[in-house]
């Protein structure tokens, strides 16, 4: 493929060593915007750059370069799309868990002998056990080959609800169901395939509550790590598990009729097609046992999607949507997990403005509060007040008012104060100050200093900035004896407002 792209232009190169940048890029710019074309990029690379002749130069760099990743197609549902589908799901799932449910107690009661011989529960208890036996009601065959259901009046109808649905779930119901479970777990389309039934993790005593271990697969992984198991608790109604147990309940005759047909199969997802079919020609799918069919496929769940008036198959969006709410990576890696599926979506954008916002205006409260708050000054104010740090041009507006009026801060916080004032004369006892505070160090517990020191230190630090190195560094020279007093005060917190 590398040579036609070559073949193909004004002047191709005779060998490797001819490829120019241009010819590179070129190749690039061809191959972008689509997953084979990234694809073709990372083969070719990983072919060229065993070619010593392409170990440097322009060809080299070039081929050096990171192919840039995919944009995801596909963005989570906003919350009224994502509410639709599932509740959409939700009914149709329920109402068939609710009628499959009754069925079964009936049909338990019919094989319990609890049913009054020749009433009207005896009898449609008969046709339930034949269906769960056979997949299918009773039928009449006419001469013409033509089968008519037997009972119908008895069944209250001919329709598949109220024959074969009675115990199997449908193919829509089964979409429906594998829709919720994505919704809770954030499980692909192609787990549902080929995902056994869930079996009962030991328990140490437990009588409350169920623990479902549940075998999930992601082939993406790569070789090895294709399965993982997920621990999965029913423990009331509004518990996780809870649809597992329903899942479990709903399929429970179509898994039985599954394993007489076919024995060995032991998968979750079963429904009951309506009619013959022929097979389907994807081997990584389970194959097809009339009357029943295995997991759900892409053309299921678009036509689920289509029916139900929801656009297209919900699964990736449903995927995504859920695993950007529950904020957390989902049978994927945490690289995976911010560079596809958070960073690139645009709802996820959305409601992060505002936390963003939020964390820089709380970032820039906390640069604030370790810098000095105050005004540089060429000369003193006589107005001002003197502090043991700077000039205070009004105690009574301060940030830390006292109870009796004035300000409660100590002198170290009045460098943090807008009302402060700072001018040649206070560089050497600042300047002093900073290079006792930088001496406790060695000192004191790295908590202890960080604690009680550190924040008066990088306020001191950026006066420092401000006034210069070097203006700094010469200030030292004069220190005075009593800025050497004062300064001993304020490390010992003996000298307060």
């Known amino acids: 493929m590398f040579a036609d792209f070559l073949s193909e232009l004004g002047s191709p190169p005779e060998d490797l060593d001819g490829l120019t940048p241009a010819m590179m890029q070129s190749w690039r710019e061809v191959n972008s915007g689509t997953s084979a074309g990234t ?24 081929l050096a370069r990171r192919i840039p990743a995919l944009k995801p197609s596909k963005q989570s549902f906003e919350d009224a799309e994502w509410e639709r589908v599932v509740l959409t799901a939700q009914r149709q799932f329920r109402s068939a868990w609710l009628r499959i449910s009754e069925n079964t107690r009936l049909l338990d009661s019919w094989r319990a002998n609890d049913l009054a011989e020749g009433s009207r529960g005896w009898k449609i208890g008969k046709i339930l056990d034949h269906l769960a036996r056979t997949g299918d009601v009773p039928h009449t065959v006419h001469p013409s080959g033509e089968r008519a259901v037997r009972s119908g009046r008895l069944l209250g109808g001919k329709g598949a609800e109220r024959t074969w649905g009675r115990l199997f779930l449908s193919r829509g119901e089964l979409t429906a169901l594998a829709v919720l479970l994505t919704d809770r777990f954030g499980w692909n389309l192609s787990q549902y395939d080929r995902m056994p039934v869930p079996t009962l993790a030991p328990s140490a005593g437990e009588i409350t509550s169920l623990t479902y271990q549940v075998q999930v697969e992601k082939r993406r992984a790569g070789s090895g790590r294709w399965f993982s198991t997920e621990n999965i608790t029913d423990s009331g109604a509004d518990s996780p598990g809870r649809l597992i147990t329903q899942a479990l309940e709903a399929t429970a005759h179509a898994r039985a009729l599954g394993h007489r047909l076919q024995p060995g199969v032991d998968l979750l997802m079963v429904a009951r097609v309506r009619r013959r079919e022929d097979e389907h020609t994807n081997l990584d799918r389970p194959a097809v046992h009339w009357p029943l069919s295995f997991g759900v496929s892409l053309g299921m769940s678009r036509w689920w999607a289509a029916s139900s008036g929801l656009g297209g198959s919900p699964f990736q969006r449903a995927r995504r949507t859920t695993v950007t709410n529950q ?21 996820v954008q959305r409601a992060s403005r505002d936390v963003l916002a939020d964390g820089a205006l709380e970032a820039l409260d906390q640069a604030r509060a370790v810098v000095f708050g105050g005004t540089m000054a060429n000369e003193p104010n006589p107005q001002h007040q003197q502090t043991a740090t700077a000039d205070c041009e009004d105690e009574e507006a301060s940030p830390w008012p006292a109870p009796e009026g004035g300000c409660r801060a100590d002198f170290l916080l009045c460098l943090a104060c807008a009302n402060a004032y700072v001018h040649p004369g206070h560089h050497p006892r600042l300047a002093h100050l900073h290079q006792q505070i930088v001496s406790l160090r060695s000192v004191l517990e790295e908590a202890t200093f960080r604690e009680r020191w550190s924040v008066h230190l990088t306020r001191l630090e950026d006066l420092r900035k401000k006034i210069g190195p070097v203006a700094w560094k010469a200030s030292l020279a004069r220190v005075s004896e009593a800025d050497r007093t004062v300064v001993r005060l304020l490390l010992k917190e003996d000298l307060g407002p």
């Open 39 to 62: 694809n073709k990029q990372s083969a070719v690379r990983t072919v060229l750059r065993q070619d010593v002749r392409l170990a440097t130069g322009g060809a080299a760099e070039e």
């Open 327 to 347: 904020r957390r990576p989902l049978q994927h890696t945490q690289d995976t997990h911010e560079s596809v599926y958070v960073l690139p979506d645009k709802r």
